[in-house]
């Protein structure tokens, strides 16, 4: 199983709207990935180096196979 998720990060760090582009087939496992992005909501804020006022990340969420 393997969900992806493009998330817009700006440059504060605060989560713009995500959107799923690959399910997995199992909407739970796509639930749980979305409820991990939304429970982060933001990350830390950019580096002064980088200029760039956003950035999208296209995040996968594979399953694991480990318990």
């Known amino acids: 199983l393997l969900t992806t998720i493009r ?3 700006s440059k504060d760090g605060q989560f713009g709207e995500h ?3 690959v399910k997995s087939g199992d909407s739970s496992f796509d ?3 979305t ?3 939304l429970k982060t909501q933001r990350c830390t804020p950019f580096p002064a180096e980088l200029t760039d006022d956003m950035l ?3 995040l996968e969420f594979p399953a694991s196979n480990k318990l």
């Open 19 to 21: 959107t799923i582009v």
């Open 7 to 9: 998330i817009p990060i």
């Open 56 to 58: 999208i990340l296209n």
């Open 35 to 37: 409820m991990a992005v």
């Open 31 to 33: 639930r749980s990935a």
